[in-house]
T-cell receptor
Framework: KQEVTQIPAALSVPEGENLVLNCSFT??????LQWFRQDPGKGLTSLLL?????REQTSGRLNASLDKSSGRSTLYIAASQPGDSATYLC??????????FGSGTQLTVLP | GAVVSQHPSRVICKSGTSVKIECRSL??????MFWYRQFPKQSLMLMAT?????????EQGVEKDKFLINHASLTLSTLTVTSAHPEDSSFYIC???????????FGQGTRLTVV
């Protein structure tokens, strides 16, 4: 059974810093990996999707990498802003297409 | 990206009553939708996979008679929490995949409070 772990559970940084969120998964036979953002009491917003054949994806200040062999993915946020404060979730997708989520990293960017 | 709409966003109901939550894919057809549950400060746990025109597949430990799922069309899945109890209070979120690129999109979530 796939297990997804995210470290750290919480992170607080001053505005302008670059930061990295980590995600690891136990079963490397994934279909794809997706990063989401969740604001308090809200649903999930998809940030980046990395197919199993890809190594990274970029969108604006966000860059996500995928290393299937080591079971790791990272989300890099450049020049962080207070508006980036949220919980970030990674999720792996198996052959049945349902997602297995990590427990999330709660990010606070201080002005 | 594709849009998944979930309704209602919040509902308060009395113990013993039933609540229906709707999940719609607005700009694509979804043969499969997923229902998740999220407790405070925790991640999302898959409850069931909703299949258009057939029975839903429930995860271990999820009571199918309590959480009724209907996926009658390619754009609508419903989750009905029957005979709700306070322990059913939670945040319920649905998801559907855009068949073009396999990306998963989520509804806004429904905060259910059973009093």
């Amino acid at each position: 059974k796939q297990e997804v772990t995210q470290i750290p559970a919480a992170l607080s940084v001053p505005e302008g810093e670059n930061l990295v969120l980590n995600c690891s998964f136990t079963d490397s036979a994934i279909y794809n990996l997706q990063w989401f953002r969740q604001d308090p009491g809200k649903g999930l917003t998809s940030l980046l999707l990395i197919q199993s054949s890809q190594r990274e994806q970029t969108s604006g200040r966000l860059n996500a990498s995928l290393d299937k062999s080591s079971g790791r993915s990272t989300l890099y946020i450049a020049a962080s802003q207070p508006g980036d404060s949220a919980t970030y979730l990674c999720a792996s997708s198996g052959s049945a297409r349902q997602l297995t989520f990590g427990s999330g990293t709660q990010l606070t960017v201080l002005p | 990206g594709a849009v998944v709409s979930q309704h209602p966003s919040r509902v308060i109901c009395k113990s013993g009553t039933s609540v229906k939550i709707e999940c719609r894919s607005l700009d694509f057809q979804a043969t499969t939708m997923f229902w998740y549950r999220q407790f405070p400060k925790q991640s999302l746990m898959l409850m069931a996979t909703s299949n258009e025109g057939s029975k839903a597949t429930y995860e271990q430990g999820v009571e199918k008679d309590k959480f009724l799922i209907n996926h009658a069309s390619l754009t609508l899945s419903t989750l009905t929490v029957t005979s709700a109890h306070p322990e059913d209070s939670s945040f319920y979120i649905c998801s559907a995949r855009d068949p073009k690129n396999t990306e998963a999109f989520f509804g806004q979530g429904t905060r259910l409070t059973v009093v």
